[in-house]
């Protein structure tokens, strides 16, 4: 019998991604797509393509972007950065250092934090920073810092209202800021003389943590995603299955204490946040679905069960595993068919079935 090698990986790392933005105003609309560049511990697009008319942005060059007083300007990118790897982030260098311009940047970190810094010089009549909002107002989406200039935003990539979607082999995260304005009412209509302002923009996670990356640092219930799947493989006759997904606080599979997250394929019912089965469609990058499970769990820390103490430890996560042949009797996947809560779930080991495990996690309490 042959040998078929199997592995687990965390999808997500801020490497080698896309990113796309939109930025509108009253008056006209900004929208574009490039490849993001690697500098440091960001990764920024480039300056997008202006379509039609921009009346009421006011850094339509980058004269007018980089006029920044002294006494606002906030250092953009890490210390020491040169004047090419400074324009690679869209930030502005003015022979000394690096800084933010006059209109709307975002970032991301390789710890998967947005980097929004918003400049209310990036309209006319300009932005009251104030006015500034996320899509959602879960988690940390209000200002980290700022002056009177700018206003610096920093949160993880599932939070604020981040819409996250999976499209073939990309995990796609889009999130929008707007802005708003006081209008007035009349008799016979309504008026406003203040900025609108819309921004929109979304990146799309390709690769996986490498052994290097690890532990990866999540926020509690921030979503984790994992796929597990056959290497060196090309028999599309074959299929992987999952029997049981648990997670532990150190490396060893089999030491305590344990939490289930899948029950023979099928995620476990007595947990209050259910780890969700993602669906795996064929793409250019994933010739054979089959051959991969994907699924997503909420982050957690296991607790001392005497003191109710959270517990500061890694978290691991494991699976056994083993490879299907389809036939008209056997389709080789779980049926996870509503069950009542009362009644036990007995893990059912596959024949020949093999263990994998990830590297560790770990979670941050954010303040």
């Keep these: 019998m042959a040998r078929v090698w199997v592995t687990i990986a965390l999808v997500g790392l801020c490497v080698f ?24 511990q960001l990764l920024q697009l480039h300056v997008p393509q202006v379509y039609g008319q921009q009346q009421q942005l006011t850094t339509n060059g980058p004269s007018q972007k980089c006029n920044v007083d002294g006494s606002v300007k906030i250092a953009c990118g890490e210390p020491g950065l040169n004047a090419t790897h400074c324009e690679a982030i869209n930030c502005c260098f003015d022979g000394q250092y690096c800084y933010y311009g006059r209109t709307v940047t975002v970032q991301c970190t390789r710890d998967g934090q947005f980097v929004l810094v918003v400049a209310k010089d990036a309209t006319l009549p300009r932005l009251s920073l104030d006015s500034v909002s996320l899509l959602g107002e879960n988690g940390p989406c209000g200002p980290v810092d700022s002056n009177a200039a700018f206003a610096i935003y920093q949160f ?50 390709t690769s996986y943590y490498k052994d290097t990356d690890y532990p990866v640092v999540k926020v509690l219930r921030e979503p984790v995603y994992v796929e597990v799947r056959i290497l060196e493989r090309s028999d599309p006759n074959i299929v992987l299955t999952l029997g049981h997904c648990w997670a532990t606080s150190s490396p060893n599979p089999f030491s305590v204490p344990q939490w289930d997250l899948l029950v023979n394929g099928c995620p476990y019912k007595d947990d209050r946040y259910l780890t969700t089965l993602v669906p795996v469609e064929r793409s250019p990058a994933v010739p054979f679905p089959t051959h991969y499970k994907r699924f997503v769990l909420k982050m957690f820390a296991f607790v001392d069960t005497t003191s109710m103490a959270p517990l500061h430890n890694q978290v691991y996560i494991h699976c056994s595993t083993a490879v299907c042949h389809p036939s008209a009797t056997e389709t080789c996947e779980p049926s996870c068919s509503r069950q009542r809560r009362h009644v036990p779930e007995e893990r059912e080991a596959p024949p020949e079935s ?4 990830s590297g560790g996690v770990v979670f941050i309490e954010m303040a």
């Excluded at 930025?23 to 560049?37: D, I, N, W």
């Excluded at 999130?175 to 302002?197: C, Q, W």
């Excluded at 093999?354 to 495990?357: D, F, L, Q, T, Y």
């Design 354 to 357: 093999a263990v994998v495990s």
């Design 156 to 205: 993880p990539v599932t939070a604020c209202g981040t819409h996250v979607m999976e499209l073939g082999a990309h995990l796609v995260y889009e999130n929008k800021m707007t802005s708003s304005y006081e209008v007035g009412m009349g008799p016979l209509g309504a008026i406003t003389r203040d900025s609108y302002y819309e921004f929109m923009w979304g990146l799309s996670y």
């Design 17 to 40: 991604l896309t990113c796309w933005c939109s930025e509108a105003a009253s008056t006209g609309s900004l929208q574009g797509s490039k490849q993001l560049l690697l500098n440091s």
